[in-house]
């Protein structure tokens, strides 16, 4: 495994007498072609890099591509999540200003940034502008297709939104809800709120499948609450869950169906913000056929504690920790498409970056084996209503990625354990140089 901590991935302040100051990230997330990573944040803007010059230091030391493609300035208020579609066609941002931005790229957009010296490379202008929720908008999610984005916040509402026009609220919340993800096949949308629930939702008629509330009982209170659905449809692993009356910090897993949890990620030593599945399955034994008792997944953990973990389902213990890479909690995670480099953000205002060679991620499966696999379901949506025509994904924007980039290992990895488990497997534990420069929030 590489690690990376570009500098120049950053929100500044530009207003103030702390003009350069690093502000706050709350968000990423790694465009589908994996050219290029949005950011929110502190700030009130939206951000768009290049990712090679991230992953390869050739490329960043010759500024080819340009390192910052694109400031989005829309929003008045902290941007507090951002989401690209999977078709890449679009991006959606989310902010405390209760608005959201759905953005579309536009080549003739590309230009000098109104109010500042800073110039745009690429242009993406602003398509819809989506008002709908009374106060901020914590988290946001895509379903697979693209057919609906359903967006959470600071007002306890869920809403689901098709076309740009607002289709159903969902308001049985009792508190701030503060995570939201759908399952693969979009059967299901799962939410996480700080009534400490988990809400499982059916996509066929927006009533409540199952509510998921034991590991919860003792949460306390965290920025978000962000959960991951497994790319088999299998799991949701939910954050910021506590076990031992509150006293260990967990994250649970939760089983489709049953919706329970007997399953815990134990570890962290402060609550856990943020979960991300990596976007591929993996097999047990790459020999085997893909069936359910021959997958397992991969998921990476951010937490408060400042440490970023990452998970195979089939092993008890983490294969990576990272501890000590940040000064500030983790806000949001993001893979890359290809299953092999992990972003992590934090209120610090730095990004820290996790490249994997194939064969530390053993018995990864290509698409197309999940897609098959996914069959299983049988699951389709129904049509929508009148009036909520959804475009077709042959209309998306066509991008080319860029080559695979080399990847320069900056600081060495030693073993040690994390946590409380079983087994006398290595953890592979990543701790951040103490000589790097502090910064200050």
């Not at 103030?16 to 997330?29: N, P």
């Not at 679009?90 to 209760?98: E, P, T, V």
């Not at 990452?310 to 983490?318: F, M, N, Y």
């Not at 209120?347 to 084996?369: H, K, Q, R, Y």
Request: negative net charge; hydrophobic residues 35%; contains cysteine.
């Amino acid at each position: 495994m590489h690690f990376t901590k570009p500098s120049w991935v950053m929100h500044t302040d530009s207003v103030s007498r702390d003009q350069g100051k690093r502000l706050s990230i709350f968000s990423c997330h790694v465009h589908p072609d994996g050219s290029r990573i949005a950011t929110g944040g502190l700030d009130a803007k939206v951000r768009i890099w290049s990712t090679k010059p991230i992953l390869n230091s050739a490329s960043e030391l010759s500024g080819r591509p340009p390192k910052s493609l694109c400031t989005l300035a829309m929003h008045t208020g902290p941007v507090l999540c951002v989401r690209w579609a999977h078709s890449g066609r679009w991006l959606a941002s989310g902010s405390d200003d209760a608005i959201i931005m759905i953005w579309d790229l536009d080549p003739s957009a590309r230009g000098k940034v109104w109010g500042s010296d800073e110039f745009n490379v690429e242009g993406w202008k602003p398509l819809k502008r989506l008002p709908g929720h009374d106060s901020d908008i914590t988290d946001m999610a895509w379903s697979p297709g693209d057919r609906y984005l359903a967006s959470v916040g600071l007002d306890s509402q869920v809403i689901i939104w098709s076309n740009s026009e607002r289709l159903r609220k969902l308001d049985t919340h009792q508190g701030f809800v503060k995570g939201v993800c759908w399952d693969p096949v979009g059967e299901f949308l799962a939410t996480h709120s700080d009534d400490r629930s988990v809400k499982i939702w059916r996509t066929t008629d927006w009533e409540m499948e199952a509510e998921v509330k034991k590991p919860f009982e003792k949460s306390p209170s965290t920025f978000f609450r962000r959960l991951s659905w497994s790319p088999d449809g299998a799991h949701i692993t939910a954050a910021n869950a506590t076990n031992n009356n509150g006293y260990v910090f967990i994250a649970a897993v939760i089983a489709r169906n049953s919706w329970t949890s007997e399953i815990s990620l134990v570890g962290h030593e402060n609550a856990v913000e943020v979960a991300a599945y990596n976007p591929h399955i993996f097999l047990r034994d790459p020999s085997l056929p893909v069936v359910a008792s021959n997958i397992c997944s991969v998921v990476a953990l951010g937490a408060d504690d400042r440490s970023v973990s990452v998970w195979q389902t089939k092993s008890a213990r983490p294969l990576v920790v990272a501890k000590e890479v940040f000064e500030r909690q983790i806000m949001d995670l993001s893979w890359s498409s290809d299953g092999l480099t992990l972003y992590a953000v934090s209120s610090d205002g730095t990004m820290a970056v996790f490249s994997f060679d194939e064969n530390e991620l053993e018995g990864i499966a290509p698409v197309s084996a999940q897609e098959q696999y996914l069959k299983k379901f049988g699951f389709t949506p129904p049509p929508l209503p009148e009036g909520f025509a959804h475009e077709s994904k042959e209309s998306a924007s066509q991008m080319t990625p860029p080559p695979s980039p080399s990847r320069t290992p900056v600081t060495a990895l030693s073993h040690d354990d994390f946590g409380a488990h079983n087994g006398g497997e290595h953890v592979n534990m990543l701790v951040a140089k103490r000589n790097r420069p502090t910064l200050h929030q």
